[in-house]
């Protein structure tokens, strides 16, 4: 949304109890995952991330009252797999099923884009003013942890596991890019 704040108010999410990446992340990583994040193939919990591929299922956002978040994810599905062409769920076919879904509004075609600017940064700023549930680090805008995290790896570099580095210098390798990358 467009606004006057330092950091994107914007959504970008997955309509699933956490993205596909980060099962992948903690199978690279040779970790287990939280209970409520994917059931196997047989329909029960696990916290094994293999068991994503092997024909196990993300959860819904929403928990144990997921229907919402499966509601929300099967529409979500419709725009970015169906509307794109690029499939849905698990393709066996092969296509790509990553496809995303954007609308565009003019603002300004509804009122004066410098009011609306203001007034998103004004909710933003409501939004944070709200008091943290208990164990909480804070409250957060869409959009500002990401920021947050842009920041700091800006100023501290980004941390990558020892897999997806082996994997990315034997990319290089085989593209005889190694060298030059300073990666043999």
């Not at 009011?115 to 939004?127: G, I, N, Q, W």
Request: proline share 5%; with cysteine.
């Amino acid at each position: 949304m467009p606004s006057d704040l330092e950091a994107p108010f914007y959504l970008d999410m997955a309509t699933s109890a956490v993205a596909a990446g980060k099962i992948q992340l903690a199978v690279a990583r040779g970790e287990e995952i939280p209970r409520g994040w994917i059931i196997n193939a047989e329909g029960r919990h696990t916290t094994d991330p293999r068991e994503y591929r092997k024909g196990g299922a993300l959860l819904p956002l929403g928990g144990s009252e997921g229907y919402k978040g499966s509601g929300l994810a099967a529409m979500v599905e419709v725009l970015c797999g169906l509307l794109t062409g690029l499939g849905f769920g698990v393709e066996p076919t092969g296509r790509h099923n990553d496809g995303c879904f954007m609308a565009v509004f003019n603002v300004a075609a509804f009122r004066p884009l410098s009011d609306f600017k203001r007034e998103v940064s004004e909710f933003a700023h409501y939004l944070k003013s709200t008091p943290p549930s208990e164990g909480s680090s804070g409250v957060f805008y869409p959009g500002e942890v990401e920021y947050l995290r842009e920041q700091k790896r800006r100023r501290e570099g980004i941390e990558v596991e020892d897999a997806t580095w082996d994997r990315l210098r034997a990319l290089a390798d085989g593209y005889k890019l190694a060298a030059e990358l300073g990666l043999s």
